[in-house]
T-cell receptor, first 113, second 115 residues
Framework: DTAVSQTPKYLVTQMGNDKSIKCEQN?????MYWYKQDSKKFLKIMFS???????INETVPNRFSPKSPDKAHLNLHINSLELGDSAVYFC????????????FGQGTRLTVV | AQTVTQSQPEMSVQEAETVTLSCTYD???????LFWYKQPPSRQMILVIR??????QNATENRFSVNFQKAAKSFSLKISDSQLGDTAMYFC????????????FGKGITLSVRP
């Protein structure tokens, strides 16, 4: 029933590892996003995909690579994890790229040790 | 680039009272959208209310209403009859219209409702 679901909800990993966070939406939306919420709760967009095409890339390090196998999924792969990558990562979706409502997943708390 | 400023880091209100959360923004665009999102301890981001810049009438959703002052670039949220379940972080957000639209968030404000 969950509209936007992310897995895992919690992820603890060591520096230097590679990890992925998965996101799926069952709303039939065309557009999906990744946002990062840092330790000070500041939320910032990282990527946006519309119909599997990248439309926004907000100067995110190359170690972060989004992958959209179909428009219902937008996964986030992170290489060579660093301590500063520790944050909560939110996936979101909207009907189209200019929709007025974005639906957020519950977030994935990533802790790099 | 657009910026959203929430200058109050935290506020507290007595249950059943009214509280106003402030937000200002900066943009050179004429057409855009403004939002308030709620993030309770569960971490879920929940849309509270939204306002289209071209609409003069302030948006209202039950106990939540906004005071949108376009010339002053101000977008405050008023919560009436505060309830314990309103305790959360509240984020003001801006979205540009057109291609590559995205949400730009303020730093958020922590609201505590006291019993």
């Amino acid at each position: 029933d969950t509209a936007v679901s992310q897995t895992p909800k919690y992820l603890v990993t060591q520096m230097g590892n590679d990890k992925s966070i998965k996101c799926e939406q069952n709303l039939g939306h065309d557009t999906m996003y990744w946002y990062k919420q840092d330790s000070k709760k500041f939320l910032k967009i990282m990527f946006s995909y519309n119909n599997k095409e990248l439309i926004i890339n907000e100067t995110v390090p190359n170690r972060f690579s989004p992958k959209s196998p179909d428009k219902a999924h937008l996964n986030l792969h992170i290489n060579s994890l660093e301590l500063g990558d520790s944050a909560v990562y939110f996936c979101a979706s909207s009907q189209t790229w200019d929709s007025l409502q974005a639906f957020f997943g519950q977030g994935t708390r990533l802790t790099v040790v | 680039a657009q910026t959203v400023t929430q200058s109050q880091p935290e506020m507290s209100v007595q249950e059943a009272e009214t509280v106003t959360l402030s937000c200002t923004y900066d943009t050179s665009e004429n057409n855009y959208y403004l939002f308030w999102y709620k993030q309770p301890p569960s971490r879920q981001m929940i849309l509270v209310i939204r306002q289209e810049a071209y609409k003069q009438q302030n948006a209202t959703e039950n106990r939540f209403s906004v005071n949108f002052q376009k010339a002053a670039k101000s977008f405050s949220l008023k919560i009436s009859d505060s309830q314990l379940g309103d305790t959360a972080m509240y984020f003001c957000a801006f979205m540009n219209s057109g291609a590559n639209s995205k949400l730009t968030f303020g730093k958020g404000i922590t609201l505590s409702v006291r019993p």
